[in-house]
C-alpha cells in the first residue's frame, strides 16, 4: 500500500467530488463581477508583497481568478470552451484516479504554488510577483496529457493534434519562460507549481525513461542482426553482406564445420 493509498484510506471521505466544476463555478461568478465592475481585478492574483502588507485573501482569491478579463462576446466564447476543456480533463482524471487523488493533486499544486511564491520573493526582494491560477490549468493538463496521450484536440476547430505534442509545447514554453524570467524568484515561483506533477508521475516518467531505452537498444540490435553476416569464409573473410555473388559452402575439416567460399578452395574435406 503506498503512501497515497494510507492517506485515501484516513482522509478519503473528505474529498470533495467534481471539485473542478465548483472552482469553473466561482471563476464564472467572479468573471460576471469583475465586468462588472463589482469588483477588481488586480485584487485576485496571489502576490506576496500584498499578502505580507495583510492582503491575505490573496491566499484563496488567486485561485478563483478567471483566465481572461477581457470583455465582449468572442472573451466569453473563449472562456466557456476553455472552462469546458478545463472540466472535461479533470472529470477524465476523477474517472481515474478517483475525487480523493485528484483533489490531493490539486491541493499539492495549490501548497506548492503559495510556497513558491513567498520562497521565490524572499530570494528576489526587489521583484513583484505575481501568480494567476495557470498553474493549476497547466498542471492538470500534463496530467491528462500522461493518460490519455493520444487523444486530439482540434486547433483552431480545424487541424488534429494529439495532446502528447501539445504537452510537450507547453513543456517547451514553460522552458522559455523559465529562461526568459527577469529574477531567480522568477524562476523559483514558476517552477514551484510543477513539483506536485513530478511527485505523482516521478514513476511514470521514469518508465518511460526506461521504456525509450529499451526500444532504442532493441532497434539497435534489430539493425546489428540485420546487418550481421550469415556467412563467413573462413579463408578470405568474405561474407554474404561484402561479397553476395559468391556462393559459400560448408566443409568439414579435421571433424569441425568451417564455411569456405567459391572463391577460395580447401586440401581435403567432406562438403556439407
Not at 17 to 37: D, E, M, R
Request: hydrophobic residues 55%; aromatic residues 16%; charged residues 15%.
Amino acid at each position: 500500500m503506498t503512501f497515497v493509498d494510507k492517506l485515501e484510506k484516513r482522509f478519503g471521505h473528505w474529498a470533495v467530488p467534481n471539485v473542478v466544476l465548483y472552482v469553473i463555478i466561482a471563476q464564472l461568478v467572479v468573471y460576471a463581477l469583475v465586468i462588472s465592475q463589482q469588483i477588481s481585478f488586480i485584487t485576485l492574483p496571489l502576490i506576496p508583497k500584498a499578502v505580507l502588507g495583510g492582503e491575505w485573501w490573496r491566499l484563496f482569491s488567486f485561485l478563483i481568478s478567471p483566465p481572461n478579463i477581457a470583455g465582449g462576446a468572442l472573451s466569453a466564447l473563449f472562456l466557456a470552451f476553455f472552462w469546458y476543456i478545463f472540466w472535461m480533463m479533470s472529470s477524465a482524471l476523477e474517472q481515474i484516479w478517483g475525487a480523493f487523488r485528484l483533489n490531493l493533486y490539486l491541493l499539492c499544486g495549490v501548497i506548492f504554488t503559495i510556497a513558491a511564491a513567498f520562497m521565490g520573493q524572499l530570494i528576489s526582494p526587489a521583484a513583484t510577483i505575481i501568480i494567476f491560477p495557470d498553474f493549476l490549468y497547466l498542471s492538470v493538463f500534463l496530467a491528462f496529457a500522461v493518460n490519455h496521450p493520444n487523444v486530439e484536440f482540434a486547433i483552431m476547430l480545424i487541424l488534429p493534434v494529439k495532446v502528447k505534442w501539445l504537452a510537450w509545447f507547453a513543456v517547451a514554453m514553460t522552458a522559455f519562460s523559465f529562461l526568459g524570467a527577469p529574477s531567480w524568484g522568477h524562476r523559483m515561483a514558476l517552477i514551484g507549481p510543477l513539483i506536485n506533477f513530478f511527485l505523482f508521475f516521478r514513476k511514470d516518467l521514469s518508465n518511460s525513461v526506461e521504456s525509450r531505452q529499451r526500444r532504442k537498444a532493441f532497434a539497435k540490435e534489430k539493425v546489428e542482426r540485420d546487418n550481421a553476416a550469415f556467412h563467413t569464409c573462413a579463408q578470405c573473410g568474405a561474407t554474404d553482406k561484402t561479397h553476395p555473388e559468391r556462393h559459400f559452402r560448408y566443409r568439414t575439416v579435421d571433424g569441425a564445420a568451417v564455411c569456405i567460399c567459391d572463391a577460395c578452395k580447401v586440401d581435403s574435406g567432406t562438403a556439407l
